[in-house]
């Protein structure tokens, strides 16, 4: 079985963005282990208090979505990229010892736009 992490993208807790994130979830658990990260969800302060000039402690959440990326097979990110439009990123590893991945994109644009 394949590892996929699904990234919700989307700041709203009930988005577009979070419902298509769990059906993807429903229909992929048949066949692959599902992680889900929830962007609303995770407690982290997205400032660099330092800038670049120092390292800054990851955060106890964004320390396990590091883990989940090097668990992963496939990760899929679910974004909302325009008011009409709805994107899904995916990336999945063509070689794991050499850490490449292969990128595609999914778009879905709203019929009355």
């Known amino acids: 079985m394949k590892n996929i992490i699904l990234v919700n993208g989307n700041p709203k807790k009930n988005s577009f963005s979070s419902s298509i994130t769990d059906k993807y979830a429903q229909a992929a658990r048949k066949s692959a282990n599902i992680r889900?990260?929830?962007?609303?969800?995770?407690?982290?302060d997205p400032n660099l208090m330092c800038g670049y000039d120092d390292d800054q402690p990851l955060a106890p959440c964004l320390k396990e979505f590091s883990k989940s990326l090097h668990w992963?097979?496939?990760?899929?990110?679910?974004?909302?990229?325009?008011l009409l439009n709805f994107k899904i990123a995916t990336y999945s590893r063509l070689n794991s010892s050499k850490g490449k991945l292969?990128?595609?994109f999914l778009q879905w644009t709203h019929p009355q736009s």
């Open 36 to 44: 889900i990260v929830n962007l609303p969800e995770m407690d982290f």
């Open 72 to 82: 992963a097979y496939l990760i899929a990110h679910f974004y909302r990229a325009q």
């Open 102 to 104: 292969q990128e595609s």
